[in-house]
């Protein structure tokens, strides 16, 4: 069964401080590797897109790596923000259709601290 | 920023009304998503387009239905609404090409039916 798991599930950091979170996954055929950002009550927004052959992709502050073998991800903030407080998203498409059809996780909710 | 659109963001309605929710993009996408979100928990995708006159039921069963008359319109309609119902739906949009480029989504519409 295709599933992706994100840890952990919450996350309360302070201001100016690093995190990492994880995902997981278990779909196969293994298409490519997002993240996105949702704030609380607004859909998900990109942050990075990763393919196979990808490793590690930077967007600003957040830094995403990809070990496409063990089939795990992480998406690290640095010096984070009171605005980096939303819901992180990690989702796993495949390319065992037309559709490409996404699977979601179920998001790490992050609270940055003053 | 993403040109996709949805209203209304926020819906309060009786039991047994009838509700269409929209969503609109600008970017000529031939793909077209409606996703369900509980509170805290994944996007389950319940309805999905490959263009104009192709409408698909997705992974989560739903009793809400769809159309695609236009390519850049994709209203769900939900014929006698329910407290079940009750759940923000994201509206989400790709470009064409048999591995899925880009999901750009929309800000989401709150339901809560009373």
């Known amino acids: 069964k295709n599933q992706v798991e994100q840890s952990p599930q919450s996350l309360i950091i302070l201001e100016g401080k690093n995190c990492t979170l994880q995902c997981n996954y278990t779909v196969s055929p293994f298409s490519n590797l997002r993240w996105y950002k949702q704030d609380t009550g607004r859909g998900p927004v990109s942050l990075t897109i990763m393919t196979f052959s990808e490793n590690t992709k930077s967007n600003g502050r957040y830094t995403a790596t990809l070990d496409a073998d063990t089939k795990q991800s992480s998406l690290h903030i640095t010096a984070s923000q009171l605005s980096d407080s939303a819901s992180y998203i990690c989702v796993v498409s495949d390319r065992g259709s037309t559709l490409g059809r996404l699977y979601f996780g179920r998001g790490t909710q992050l609270t940055v601290w003053p | 920023e993403a040109d996709i659109y949805q209203t209304p963001r926020y819906l309060v309605i009786g039991t047994g009304k009838k509700i269409t929710l929209e969503c609109s993009q600008t970017?000529?996408?031939?793909?077209m998503y409606w996703y369900q979100q509980d509170p805290g928990m994944e996007l389950h995708l319940i309805h999905y387009?490959?263009?104009?006159?192709?409408?698909e039921k997705g992974d989560l069963s739903s009793e809400s239905t769809v159309s695609r008359i236009r390519t850049e319109h994709f209203p769900l309609t939900l014929e006698s609404a329910r407290p079940s119902h009750t759940s923000q739906y994201l509206c989400?949009?790709?470009?064409?090409?048999?591995?899925?480029?880009?999901?750009?989504f929309g800000q989401g519409t709150r339901l809560t039916v009373v």
């Open positions: 970017m000529g996408h031939d793909k």
């Open positions: 387009s490959y263009g104009v006159n192709s409408t």
């Open positions: 989400a949009s790709s470009e064409r090409g048999p591995l899925m480029g880009e999901a750009f």
